[in-house]
């Protein structure tokens, strides 16, 4: 019998009893408790499975063997004991500030009830007091060590990151319930809080110095989502017809220093529907992304192939929040590529799929297009692009540069932020800043796997300037690193600083 597809089942009991595909990741489980220091963090985007990861460990703590049959814990866990556990999840959304103490406590007092523990609140007693009393009556009641699993640690922090004054309150009380952790060693089994973002100033990285973040550790780089393996392995009847190159460039694409992952819950909903969709970005539009994009005036350009540090990736302030850290913690871009430098690793950031590349950039053109125009000119670009009508082309580019709202304008910036998205939206393969042994390429795209554009964008002020686009291509050889391709053209594309126009463009097919 055909299992089911898991779609929004985050409890590993009811998955497995329910007939659903479980991907397997018990062997991750198992090597996080047994080899480690029983205290960890971990960081994912949301919708990657870290709820099912939370709620699977406590079902193995809780010594259900039946629920592992067939898994590869089942021969390697020790089934004789059982630890009692704590689960608190802040997945719910919080409107303001007053609403985060009241979930801690529905959360609190829910774990009192399932844990058989008579609540008594003293007089004056908060949240801290009732975490930490929470910990030590279980302690003595089962004389067992207890098992602390939080999800979306970060929740209410995000939830208020508009109103930074607020989110700034909220992290500071956040502070004050996770010290509480601290000193109480001997009451503990093991802990593990999950989040999207880490934020530098929360106690619960700097007070508690035995937590161990395994956000970017490459051994547990798999243990959510699905790899291209597993996709194939455990989906197998679901896929029958499917063209999986296709689904990979979609959908795969998200590493964590491991390898390349799909989001679960947006390849379940395609295997369900068979019909390409942004599942994933629709249930979360980023609108305060967006936002400050739009008030740093960003040049969104520059976010394919970002090279940053791994401080920079691991947390960010409420203060200061860095695009490109809240684009990665957030899963927006993704780690493309890895260097190793003497004073420590770099990063390549890019987008991690076609749905991400696609949706963030129609989210993006808004901010400088007027109302209405974006669709056409997609259409007509991808026309143009697939019959090899360059003329065209520069048609669609100057349609656009003259819908540039003045509202938006912020310079011939907007312009080359607007052509760079405009080739995104396309969905068709586009690479920027693509690396030669002669320099880098402006933007290449791909057409159908058969056809190669390499376009060079310049804003020029000087006569004699006109030419250079075409010219570095020529004259560097770009075209060279895509010989393989049946058809190769390049494309010059210079614009006036002034005069707010297409100054010069030029093209020419070289194979």
């Not at 699905?226 to 990979?248: D, S, V």
């Not at 992952?261 to 969709?277: A, G, R």
Request: aromatic fraction near 14%; hydrophobic fraction near 35%.
């Amino acid at each position: 019998m055909k299992k089911l597809l898991p779609i929004g089942i985050s409890d590993f009991k009811k998955l497995r009893e329910g007939g659903y595909i479980y991907v397997d990741k018990t062997e991750y489980i198992y090597r996080l408790i047994k080899e480690g220091s029983g205290y960890y963090f971990l960081s994912r985007p949301r919708r990657f499975g870290k709820s099912l990861l939370l709620s699977t460990i406590e079902y193995l703590f809780k010594g259900e063997r039946e629920l592992f049959k067939g898994l590869y814990m089942e021969e390697k866990w020790e089934w004789g004991e059982s630890y009692p556990v704590i689960r608190i999840d802040f997945a719910k959304d919080i409107v303001k500030k007053e609403d985060y103490k009241r979930r801690i406590i529905q959360e609190l007092e829910k774990n009192y009830i399932n844990n058989e523990i008579e609540q008594r609140i003293e007089k004056g007693e908060d949240e801290v007091g009732l975490f930490e009393k929470l910990i030590i009556s279980i302690y003595r009641k089962y004389s067992k060590q207890v098992v602390i699993l939080v999800d979306e640690y970060d929740k209410p922090i995000l939830d208020l990151i508009e109103n930074a004054k607020e989110a700034e309150k909220v992290r500071k009380e956040l502070k004050g319930f996770y010290s509480t952790l601290k000193g109480l060693d001997r009451y503990i089994r093991f802990v593990l809080i999950t989040g999207v973002s880490k934020f530098s100033k929360v106690s619960l990285f700097s007070g508690l110095n035995q937590l161990k973040d395994i956000s970017l550790d490459v051994r547990y780089g798999n243990i959510c989502g699905y790899t291209q393996e597993e996709l194939e392995n455990y989906f197998k009847e679901y896929l029958e017809g499917l063209r999986l190159e296709e689904i990979r460039e979609w959908y795969n694409g998200y590493s964590f220093l491991g390898e390349r992952l799909y989001n679960p819950f947006d390849i379940l909903l395609y295997l369900d529907s068979k019909n390409f969709d942004s599942y994933w970005y629709k249930t979360g539009t980023p609108s305060f992304l967006i936002k400050l994009i739009k008030e740093r005036e960003y040049d969104v350009s520059e976010l394919e192939n970002k090279i940053v540090k791994k401080n920079v990736l691991e947390k960010f302030d409420i203060e200061e929040i860095r695009i490109e850290a809240l684009m990665y913690q957030t899963g927006y871009l993704t780690i493309k590529e890895v260097y190793n430098k003497e004073y420590g690793q770099e990063y390549k950031l890019g987008f991690p799929n076609k749905e991400v590349r696609i949706s963030f950039n129609e989210d993006v053109l808004p901010l400088v297009l007027k109302d209405n125009i974006r669709e056409n000119i997609v259409d007509k670009i991808i026309e143009i692009l697939k019959g090899e009508k360059l003329e065209e082309l520069r048609e669609q580019i100057e349609v656009l540069i003259s819908n540039i709202s003045y509202v938006h304008y912020k310079g011939e910036s907007s312009y080359v932020i607007a052509i760079f998205s405009l080739l995104y939206s396309t969905g068709l393969n586009v690479i920027t800043e693509d690396n030669t042994n002669k320099g880098r390429i402006d933007l290449a795209v791909i057409v159908d796997r058969s056809i190669v554009y390499i376009i060079e964008v310049k804003v020029i002020e000087r006569e004699e300037e006109k030419g250079e686009a075409i010219r570095q291509i020529q004259e560097r050889e770009y075209y060279k690193k895509y010989m393989n391709y049946e058809k190769i053209y390049i494309v010059g594309i210079e614009l006036n600083r002034n005069k707010k126009r297409i100054e010069n463009y030029e093209y020419k097919k070289v194979k």
